[in-house]
């Protein structure tokens, strides 16, 4: 399933990963690979992009094996990608409003 499709499929969906009832900060939007996507502001962008429904991250050396986040805490390298043109490690960086994100 592509990245747009998973989505759009998700997005209504409120995700088991966010603990209802806890106060955040309000949502920003950000995009990723040209979708616009919204997540609350500081949280880490590998958990905001599971929430939205989005867990292939880019491709792996075998295309059976895309990459995914994996360890979430900066060790495995799996959720590599591009922030504003710089690599980065999604797990460690935290969501702000207007960031363009794109796969490696
Ligand atoms: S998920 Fe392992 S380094 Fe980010």
């Given at each position: 399933?592509?990245?747009?499709?998973?989505?759009?499929?998700?997005?209504d969906?409120?995700?088991?990963?966010?603990?209802?009832?806890?106060?955040?900060?309000?949502?920003?939007?950000?995009?990723?690979?040209?979708?616009?996507?919204?997540?609350?502001?500081?949280?880490?962008?590998?958990?905001?992009l599971?929430?939205?429904?989005?867990?292939?991250?880019?491709?792996?050396?075998?295309?059976?094996?895309?990459?995914?986040?994996?360890?979430m805490?900066?060790?495995?390298?799996?959720?590599?990608?591009?922030?504003?043109?710089?690599?980065?490690?999604?797990?460690?960086v935290?969501?702000?409003?207007?960031?363009?994100?794109?796969?490696?």
């Amino acid at each position: 399933m592509d990245v747009i499709a998973e989505h759009d499929r998700m997005k209504d969906v409120a995700h088991p990963l966010r603990i209802a009832g806890i106060s955040r900060p309000a949502d920003v939007t950000f995009s990723f690979a040209g979708t616009s996507l919204s997540a609350p502001e500081g949280e880490n962008l590998a958990a905001a992009l599971i929430a939205c429904g989005i867990r292939r991250l880019g491709e792996g050396q075998d295309a059976a094996r895309p990459r995914a986040a994996l360890c979430m805490m900066g060790v495995c390298q799996q959720c590599l990608l591009r922030v504003d043109g710089r690599l980065v490690q999604a797990c460690l960086v935290p969501v702000r409003a207007g960031m363009v994100v794109t796969a490696t």
